[in-house]
Structure formats: C-alpha cells, structure tokens
C-alpha cells in the first residue's frame, strides 16, 4: 500500500477508535423550567409537532438514538444537536427577550414550510419527522398567533 495511503487509514481508525472511546459530548443539561419554553401552554397539537420533530435538535431534552454512539454518525449527530441548539434551544425559550422570540417564530414556519427544517438527514431517519401539509399549517398557524403576541409586547 502507498505509504500515504496507509498513514491516512490508520489516522481514520485513530480518530474512529478515539471517538468511540470518548464520544463527542452526547448530554442533555438539565432542563430550567422558569425559561424553557412551557410545552402546555402550547397547543396539543403543535406540542406533539414540535416533539416529534424539533425538540431532538432544538431543547435540553434529545432523545439520542442507538446510533448516535457509532462513529462517524456519532459525530455528524451531535454536531447538528449542538448547532441547533445553539440558534434555537426551547429549553432556553424565555431567556431570549420577546422580539427575538417573535423572529425565531417566523423563521421557524418560514424553514418548515420550505422544507429546511427538521434537516433531511433527519428526515430520513425519522418519519415521524416528515411534516404533511396539515402539520405544517398546525404549527404556522400558531407561530403567527404566538409572534404577533410576543411583537406587541407579549411575553
Ligand atoms: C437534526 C437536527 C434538527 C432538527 C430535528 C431540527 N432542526 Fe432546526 N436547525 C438545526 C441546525 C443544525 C440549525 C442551524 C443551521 C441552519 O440554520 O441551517 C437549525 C436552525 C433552525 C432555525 C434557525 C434559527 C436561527 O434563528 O438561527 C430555525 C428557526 C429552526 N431550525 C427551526 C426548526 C423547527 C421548527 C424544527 C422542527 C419542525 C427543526 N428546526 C428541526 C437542526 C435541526
């Protein structure tokens, strides 16, 4: 084997066993229910929505799948939850003042009904998550009522 070629796949097994071993930071941080976002004020609907197809990447309380612990996947899932969750945690809802709030809500319909959110990789590994039509006009729906609230003073 060409002596670069072998260097690079015992780098790969290196960095596969090391991941392995140590994992990326697969935690859920406690929930602070004075600022999390309070699922029962929500709409049933848009609750079990956001659940079943936000809530992975976007709050404190992923449910980390079996294959979230085998590298590489290991990596790419805890690289897209800890993105998400650092532009939009509903953990940390009411930590962000209203208006912020209130934008993250029309972005949120916006990607949604775009089909950017939830991400496809994630799509594809869950079906739950694939939103219908009626889904999506459910959460809309709501994330205008909600951001009107919020941009007039709401909180
Ligand atoms: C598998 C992880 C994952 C899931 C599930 C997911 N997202 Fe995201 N989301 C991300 C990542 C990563 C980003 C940041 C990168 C980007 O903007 O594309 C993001 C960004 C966003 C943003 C932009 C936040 C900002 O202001 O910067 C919104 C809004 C959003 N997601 C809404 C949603 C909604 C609503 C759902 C559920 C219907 C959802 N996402 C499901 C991973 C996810």
């Known amino acids: 084997m060409h002596r670069g070629v072998g260097l690079a796949a015992a780098a790969i097994v290196v960095a596969v066993a090391a991941s392995a071993a140590f994992g990326p930071d697969r935690t ?53 939850v800890n993105k998400g969750r650092s532009h939009l945690n509903f953990s940390e809802w009411r930590s962000y003042n209203p208006f912020d709030r209130a934008d993250m809500l029309d972005e949120a319909c916006k990607r949604v009904t775009s089909g950017e959110m939830p991400i496809w990789p994630y799509r594809l590994l869950h079906p739950e998550a694939r939103l219908s039509a009626a889904d999506i006009a459910t959460l809309c729906d709501w994330t205008r009522v909600e951001a009107d609230r919020l941009a007039s003073g709401g909180d």
Do not use: Q
């Open 28 to 80: 859920n941080p406690a929930v602070d229910r004075t600022v999390a976002l309070d699922v029962g004020s929500v709409p049933a609907p848009v609750a079990s929505i956001m659940r079943k197809a936000c809530f992975d990447c976007h709050s404190d309380e992923t449910r980390w799948p079996w294959y979230a612990s085998v590298p590489p996947v290991s990596l790419l899932v805890a690289h897209d």
